[in-house]
T-cell receptor, first 115, second 111 residues
Framework: DGGITQSPKYLFRKEGQNVTLSCEQN?????MYWYRQDPGQGLRLIYY???????QKGDIAEGYSVSREKKESFPLTVTSAQKNPTAFYLC??????????????FGPGTRLTVL | AQSVTQPDIHITVSEGASLELRCNYS??????LFWYVQSPGQGLQLLLK??????LVQGIKGFEAEFKRSQSSFNLRKPSVHWSDAAEYFC?????????FGAGTRLTVKP
């Protein structure tokens, strides 16, 4: 089955620790995205990548880092510099590189809780 | 400032009743318009989208949406809601290589 997988589904972190969220797609999509979802705030873009070895900051990139070494993979690291990391994180991908018009395909999400 | 607004945070409807979810946008030109649905604990799935042409757009799961330029709106409708439609619904707006999502409307379906 083609799709996007995210792991783990639930993640607990102690304050001061970095954690990495996995996102893999087998849709052969060029573009990939990371969003953060908080209640009542919709989706906010953290980072996006439109091609391998290139990525751009979104609206709330502070305290996060990404890499795009392979087309199918776009891991997100939540660093200790992120002041309020507890949230639901969604990864998405799309075929082309026009964020205005592309349908985005979403993974099932990772819920991160900082203890 | 450019924005997308979903005025209703939470809506409750009875099963079998009709549904309308509101979406308004504020952009200089007509943007590209989308509706996505998110089931609890899941990612988002595209319901429908509007780029141009017929202002009434049909989507999956029996949903439709109507673009009204004069009102800067793109409201989502369904004639008869099923219990499985309970979810969160997001309007999204694409413009100038950017995509913005509304805050979402949570739909509860009463038996």
């Amino acid at each position: 089955d083609g799709g996007i997988t995210q792991s783990p589904k639930y993640l607990f972190r102690k304050e001061g620790q970095n954690v990495t969220l996995s996102c893999e797609q087998n849709l052969n999509h060029d573009a990939m995205y990371w969003y953060r979802q908080d209640p009542g705030q919709g989706l906010r873009l953290i980072y996006y990548s439109q091609i391998v070895n290139d990525f751009q900051k979104g609206d709330i990139a502070e305290g996060y880092s990404v890499s795009r070494e392979k087309k199918e993979s776009f891991p997100l690291t939540v660093t200790s510099a992120q002041k309020n990391p507890t949230a639901f994180y969604l990864c998405a991908s799309s075929s082309y590189r026009d964020r205005s018009t592309d349908t985005q395909y979403f993974g099932p999400g990772t819920r991160l809780t900082v203890l | 400032a450019q924005s997308v607004t979903q005025p209703d945070i939470h809506i409750t409807v009875s099963e079998g009743a009709s549904l309308e979810l509101r979406c308004n946008y504020s952009y200089g030109a007509t943007p590209y318009l989308f509706w996505y649905v998110q089931s609890p604990g899941q990612g988002l799935q595209l319901l429908l989208k509007y780029f141009s042409g017929d202002t009434l757009v049909q989507g999956i799961k029996g949903f439709e949406a109507e673009f009204k330029r004069s009102q800067s709106s793109f409201n989502l409708r369904k004639p008869s809601v099923h219990w499985s439609d309970a979810a969160e619904y997001f309007c999204a707006v694409g413009y100038n290589n950017d995509m913005r999502f509304g805050a979402g409307t949570r739909l509860t379906v009463k038996p």
